[in-house]
């Protein structure tokens, strides 16, 4: 077993880096900025750049360190092929031999959402278990399938985008994908909004949410305040959420589901909308799956980048 | 690599059992009955005895044999232990230890419906590919997940129970699971006589299916045939098995979907009616999906048994 490890999270304006022990200790961490100017190509060399600076700096060998694990935004396959991270401004890439080529080091890559997941089975809210789905409540909702502690990665690198579960023939507005009625259109930071929008258009009740600015913290604050009408917005959130998530289930029968992204710093109030009606929709044999939170928020990206090399 | 294998497909009423070569051919292949009486005591040691016969027969010695791989018809979790399977009359069993000690060889064991999809994956309408969804369309709707080349197991061993994903939040009848509107419920061979019924009862069209017994073959021997109502029939069950699988692949991310079961025999026409649907609904990442019929019927079970010991 070799000591060192290091998990990299390639976000869209930042580069976050971690260096590990094989039990998960984040031993440093640091960031460098994401170059996106000339197509990209400046990203890889200057996270090798970091890398191999850092070994140096405390005087780490390349025999000491496992590899170099990484969380792309776009779907990368099995093999470490990036399909287009439009943000980045890839094209078709195999990251694990551009990057381990740079460093002279193995390399692991995969996509951010499965990436965090994978953090969060290994020392967030999914410790001790191996088949786990993890949600993530952001601006979107992403995420990722953990099967017999691994990552389920699908054919093309698009395993766990169960934001784009399609949830109501009956959505009139397009979701980012393209599509209507998905998920992410109502689970979201977003969704949120959208569905307290709705519902303050279509009663006449008194609520705080008329005041201020919308927010899904606004909505969960408010459901913590006993508003009535927050509370009637979390139960439509909670079913949309836990009738989707009761569909994964059938599919990959988890035994923990971990919420995360900023939607879930609502807690623990969040996961009992949820559960309430994931237990309604489930198949019994996938009844008793826990629900948790997430509990390494930003870090999730290099604590699973750092296990792809684990593995 | 070994010269032999067996797979063992345990049925409610008989066990198929085929012994193979690593290539996947099939070098025989018998049944013997499955007798359920004494709470299924016997059921292993009778499996154990037709092998053992077998290789006596043909003088194939034990370090000859990779293993004996066995579906069984109920949740199996990945160590091999079976959480009751009723049809047999069985509690809870660790099945690779029972069978193995009476075999003095290796055993692998996992839910049949799991297992017949590694069958197709091996041997039939999913050759060549590693990331798969098999939807039996019998008397319900079982399904089986393969990741990367292997079954996609689950906690407790109900991955792939796509039959119990939620479509439906007006259905009034009960499925067998408890729940109301699982999809099983409308894609099943049972689920086509229900909505061929409901729609011959909500029109006054003339059709074909007025006169003699409504089953799914009826349904689409009438769809060839050019019938308006039995179309309308197939469009229904069409989107609900098309976007059912949709959601299943915003989950794995599959590039070949198997349609398998009784249903399947109406053929081609099948796989046209529910891709439609399937690529309005699913995210774009899997929307190049490949539909595809099982091939190998009732043998799929002893196939992707075999192919269990081979992994």
Redesign the interface.
């Known amino acids: 077993m070799n000591k060192y490890c290091f998990g990299v999270d390639l976000g869209g304006t930042t580069v976050k880096i971690g260096l590990f022990d094989p039990e998960g200790s984040v031993l440093e961490k640091w960031e460098i900025p994401t170059r996106k100017d000339d197509s990209g190509n400046n990203i890889l060399p200057d996270i090798a750049n970091a890398i191999l600076g850092k070994m140096a700096e405390m005087n780490i060998t390349r025999d000491s360190v496992t590899g170099v694990g990484i969380g792309v935004p776009g779907?990368v396959d099995?093999d470490g092929v990036v399909h287009r991270a439009v943000n980045l401004g890839w094209g078709v890439m195999n990251i694990n031999d551009v990057l381990g080529g740079l460093l002279q080091l193995p390399v692991k890559s995969a996509n951010d959402a499965n990436v965090a997941a994978l953090g969060e089975m290994w020392c967030g809210g999914g410790k001790g278990?191996?088949?786990m789905v993890l949600a993530t409540l952001g601006t979107g909702v992403g995420g990722g399938?953990i099967?017999?502690g691994k990552i389920?990665?699908?054919?093309?690198?698009?395993?766990?985008?169960?934001g784009?579960?399609?949830m109501n023939d009956n959505e009139q507005e397009e979701c980012g994908?393209?599509?209507f009625g998905c998920l992410e259109q109502y689970a979201s930071a977003t969704g949120v909004v959208r569905l307290a929008a709705r519902k303050l258009a279509s009663v006449n009740d008194d609520s705080v949410l008329r005041n201020g600015e919308l927010s899904a913290k606004a909505v969960f604050d408010a459901v913590k305040a006993g508003d009535k009408v927050a509370c009637e917005i979390a139960e439509q959130f909670g079913e949309y959420l836990g009738?989707g998530l009761?569909?994964?289930a059938?599919?990959?029968?988890?035994?923990v589901i971990v919420l995360g992204g900023g939607v879930s710093k609502a807690g623990e109030v969040l996961c009992e909308y949820v559960s309430k009606y994931y237990e309604k929709?489930v198949?019994?044999?996938?009844r008793k799956?826990e629900f948790r939170l997430a509990s390494l928020g930003n870090d999730a990206g290099i604590y699973g980048a750092a296990k792809l090399v684990l593995e």
């Open positions: 779907p099995s278990c191996k088949n399938i099967a017999e389920l990665t699908g054919a093309m690198g698009a395993g766990g985008e169960i784009h579960i399609h994908c393209g599509n009738k009761a569909m994964v059938c599919v990959v029968n988890p035994e929709y198949h019994f044999a996938s799956a």
